[in-house]
């Protein structure tokens, strides 16, 4: 269910007002909208935060061979070793390109050519065309050819008129030496190994900032609620919302804090938070929704159990290979006894052992492991579902949409009564059903069994009849005329359920695929050497091939799986999922 929410208004004393939001993180049953905030507690709170996450990173990406040595000890050290790398790292890499523009001329010093033009030899470093000599206009200068590429030539002119003929490019003298180049890189570049190989050592930083990141997370939180408080004078109040069945908690603080305090009711334009509590049963959908970044407006359906049974279906189907269910599920207790009393992995645990299993049990119905038939593992079911022309697996699918269709026309029907509008959400489920066996007829499952106009005229009758309100016409006239699209469109929102035998079967024919490429690689023709050697091509072959189509089959759950519950299913039932999720105000 979705709980009922209580406006809070709370006021203290301004000088008590830390204290106050200490003690009302404590309880954990507020929620502060804290969006938005850009104060300076909060932005130091932040940048603290931030640097901290780039120490880790800094460490971690160093640490690849961790070293031993006296490492960093806060993130303050690690951001100033980092920035002095960077710029250390910059200079050695202009350093290197200076070099090399220089290389061609060999050990070219700067000051040693400015004693031989204090002594009358000017000297110019030039480059020239390969085979054109820079002799024409130098009036006694000599030149010395000094390299070639085979396009260009590189030159010193020395003494006389200097000024080289039209085409000949002059080279500026580097800043300093190319030895001193040559002894700036080596040094930026032990500089940089000596900071790589502290960060290498600093693995125990990474524990410690590790520790306190919920600690940085409280202190970005608090910071961002505590801007959120109204102040006049000497005193201060803040808004919030909070479950109703926290409210005996709220004014017991209240009375022992010498707190004032106003809870009411949402008002009907008012937003308050989404809190969800599915039956303990279902509970861990919740962490599914949270994964999602999904919430139910405060004023829809809490649609978790059927979301999570539903899901489990469209998981195993699209998943589609009872091995891959065994591996998933075999990660999953592995996870059980890696995670221990960790009380933020139980929920995806949870979530997690029943998926898998339920793909197990697809796999058991369908007889698919890793895309091959077990023979001693077949069944009628297998037999059904193996149907060469896809039929009866298709009827599945089409027969698992309109159940989930209708249980949500049927919901709102329930809801609704006695008001005359639940007679339309009959009629919906009716129409639903309808073209739940025109698509049956169009792909040639069953013959459109004619009686079923009948159903079709009744339902129309009441969602024309009973969409919308006499009274309601002038506001809500224009929706009866969509209603023919919406119509039309209940034909689609059947067939959509066909992509749980589509990507299913694709995932069991890629299987399939890499199967036989695996194994047509062995041949009793061969010679026992060639087929031991081909034999790791097929190992390779099969783990490759499964490894992607695995990973094909976790997206494809992503994205069909979840449309079917938060597109399909919810435009029917009427959820929006335009909420936002409760958030308690306590510490992480």
Same mark, same amino acid.
């Given at each position: 269910?979705?709980?009922?929410?209580?406006?809070?208004?709370?006021?203290?004393?301004? &000088?008590?007002?830390?204290?106050?939001?200490?003690?009302?993180?404590?309880?954990?049953?507020?929620?502060?909208?804290?969006?938005?905030?850009?104060?300076?507690?909060?932005?130091?709170?932040?940048?603290?935060?931030?640097?901290?996450?780039?120490?880790?990173?800094?460490?971690?990406?160093?640490?690849?061979?961790?070293?031993?040595?006296?490492?960093?000890?806060?993130?303050?050290?690690?951001?100033?070793?980092?920035?002095?790398?960077?710029?250390?790292?910059?200079?050695?890499?202009?350093?290197?390109?200076?070099?090399?523009?220089?290389?061609?001329?060999?050990?070219?010093?700067?000051?040693?050519?400015?004693?031989?033009?204090?002594?009358?030899?000017?000297?110019?470093?030039?480059?020239?065309?390969?085979?054109?000599?820079?002799?024409? +206009? +130098?009036?006694?200068?000599?030149?010395?050819?000094?390299?070639?590429?085979?396009?260009?030539?590189?030159?010193?002119?020395?003494?006389?008129?200097?000024?080289?003929?039209?085409?000949?490019?002059?080279?500026?003298?580097?800043?300093?030496?190319?030895?001193?180049?040559?002894?700036?890189?080596?040094?930026?570049?032990?500089?940089?190994?000596?900071?790589?190989?502290?960060?290498?050592?600093?693995?125990?930083?990474?524990?410690?900032?590790? &520790?306190?990141?919920?600690?940085?997370?409280?202190?970005?939180?608090?910071?961002?609620?505590?801007?959120?408080?109204?102040?006049?004078?000497?005193?201060?109040?803040?808004?919030?919302?909070?479950?109703?069945?926290?409210?005996?908690?709220?004014?017991?603080?209240?009375?022992?804090?010498?707190?004032?305090?106003?809870?009411?009711?949402?008002?009907?334009?008012?937003?308050?938070?989404?809190?969800?509590?599915?039956?303990?049963?279902?509970?861990?959908?919740?962490?599914?929704?949270?994964?999602?970044?999904?919430?139910?407006?405060?004023?829809?359906?809490?649609?978790?159990?059927?979301?999570?049974?539903?899901?489990?279906?469209?998981?195993?189907?699209?998943?589609?290979?009872?091995?891959?269910?065994?591996?998933?599920?075999?990660?999953?207790?592995?996870?059980?006894? &890696?995670?221990?009393?960790?009380?933020?992995?139980?929920?995806?645990?949870?979530?997690?052992?029943?998926?898998?299993?339920?793909?197990?049990?697809?796999?058991?119905?369908?007889?698919?492991?890793?895309?091959?038939?077990?023979?001693?593992?077949?069944?009628?079911?297998?037999?059904?579902?193996?149907?060469?022309?896809?039929?009866?697996?298709?009827?599945?699918?089409?027969?698992?949409?309109?159940?989930?269709?209708?249980?949500?026309?049927?919901?709102?029907?329930?809801?609704?009564?006695?008001?005359?509008?639940?007679?339309?959400?009959?009629?919906?489920?009716?129409?639903?059903?309808?073209?739940?066996?025109?698509?049956?007829?169009?792909?040639?499952?069953?013959?459109?069994? +004619?009686?079923?106009?009948?159903?079709?005229?009744?339902?129309?009758?009441?969602?024309?009849?009973?969409?919308?309100?006499?009274?309601?016409?002038?506001?809500?006239?224009?929706?009866?005329?969509?209603?023919?699209?919406?119509?039309?469109?209940?034909?689609?929102?059947?067939?959509?359920?066909?992509?749980?035998?589509?990507?299913?079967?694709?995932?069991?024919?890629?299987?399939?695929?890499?199967?036989?490429?695996?194994?047509?690689?062995?041949?009793?023709?061969?010679?026992?050497?060639?087929?031991?050697?081909?034999?790791?091509?097929?190992?390779?072959?099969?783990?490759?091939?499964?490894?992607?189509?695995?990973?094909?089959?976790?997206?494809?759950?992503?994205?069909?799986?979840?449309?079917?519950?938060?597109?399909?299913?919810?435009?029917? &039932?009427?959820?929006?999922?335009?909420?936002?999720?409760?958030?308690?105000?306590?510490?992480?």
């Amino acid at each position: 269910m979705i709980v009922k929410m209580k406006h809070l208004v709370l006021l203290c004393m301004e &000088k008590d007002s830390a204290a106050t939001l200490e003690k009302l993180r404590a309880l954990g049953c507020v929620h502060i909208d804290s969006s938005g905030a850009s104060g300076g507690e909060y932005q130091e709170a932040s940048a603290q935060d931030a640097q901290a996450d780039a120490a880790i990173r800094a460490i971690l990406k160093a640490a690849s061979k961790p070293a031993a040595g006296n490492g960093y000890t806060s993130a303050g050290e690690v951001a100033t070793a980092v920035a002095r790398r960077e710029s250390i790292s910059a200079d050695v890499e202009a350093a290197e390109r200076m070099l090399k523009i220089y290389a061609p001329f060999g050990e070219v010093d700067p000051a040693q050519i400015a004693l031989l033009a204090q002594k009358g030899l000017q000297t110019v470093l030039v480059k020239s065309p390969s085979g054109v000599a820079p002799t024409s +206009q +130098q009036n006694g200068a000599y030149s010395q050819k000094l390299s070639s590429d085979g396009k260009t030539d590189y030159y010193a002119l020395i003494g006389g008129d200097v000024s080289p003929a039209p085409g000949i490019e002059i080279v500026p003298l580097p800043p300093q030496s190319t030895s001193s180049l040559r002894r700036r890189i080596a040094d930026g570049k032990a500089d940089v190994a000596a900071i790589n190989h502290r960060l290498a050592s600093s693995g125990a930083l990474v524990d410690e900032l590790r &520790k306190s990141s919920p600690e940085r997370a409280d202190k970005i939180e608090f910071a961002a609620v505590r801007e959120r408080l109204g102040r006049d004078g000497t005193i201060a109040w803040l808004e919030a919302w909070a479950p109703a069945d926290a409210e005996d908690a709220i004014r017991a603080a209240a009375r022992e804090n010498a707190w004032g305090i106003l809870l009411r009711d949402a008002t009907a334009d008012e937003n308050p938070p989404t809190l969800i509590r599915p039956p303990k049963l279902f509970r861990p959908v919740a962490s599914l929704f949270a994964g999602l970044g999904i919430a139910p407006a405060y004023t829809e359906a809490d649609v978790s159990v059927p979301f999570m049974c539903y899901f489990s279906v469209f998981f195993a189907m699209l998943v589609g290979d009872g091995g891959y269910g065994a591996l998933i599920l075999a990660l999953t207790l592995w996870g059980w006894k &890696k995670a221990g009393k960790n009380p933020a992995a139980k929920p995806w645990l949870a979530l997690m052992t029943v998926f898998s299993s339920a793909t197990v049990v697809w796999g058991l119905l369908s007889n698919t492991w890793f895309g091959a038939q077990i023979p001693f593992l077949a069944n009628p079911a297998s037999a059904w579902l193996g149907d060469a022309t896809y039929h009866n697996i298709m009827f599945l699918c089409f027969t698992i949409g309109v159940s989930h269709l209708v249980l949500a026309r049927l919901w709102n029907a329930i809801c609704k009564a006695p008001d005359s509008t639940f007679l339309a959400e009959i009629g919906w489920a009716g129409i639903l059903a309808f073209m739940y066996f025109v698509t049956n007829s169009i792909v040639g499952i069953m013959e459109f069994p +004619q009686p079923c106009m009948y159903l079709l005229y009744v339902s129309l009758a009441l969602v024309f009849g009973f969409s919308v309100k006499p009274s309601e016409l002038k506001t809500r006239g224009a929706e009866l005329g969509m209603l023919p699209l919406n119509i039309m469109s209940a034909l689609g929102d059947i067939i959509s359920y066909v992509r749980l035998f589509a990507v299913g079967l694709a995932s069991v024919k890629v299987a399939e695929n890499f199967n036989a490429m695996a194994t047509g690689l062995l041949s009793s023709d061969n010679a026992l050497w060639l087929n031991a050697l081909l034999f790791v091509g097929t190992l390779a072959i099969l783990l490759v091939g499964h490894a992607l189509n695995f990973a094909m089959a976790g997206l494809s759950v992503l994205v069909h799986a979840v449309r079917l519950n938060t597109l399909e299913f919810s435009n029917h &039932k009427g959820v929006s999922w335009s909420g936002r999720a409760f958030k308690a105000f306590s510490k992480h």
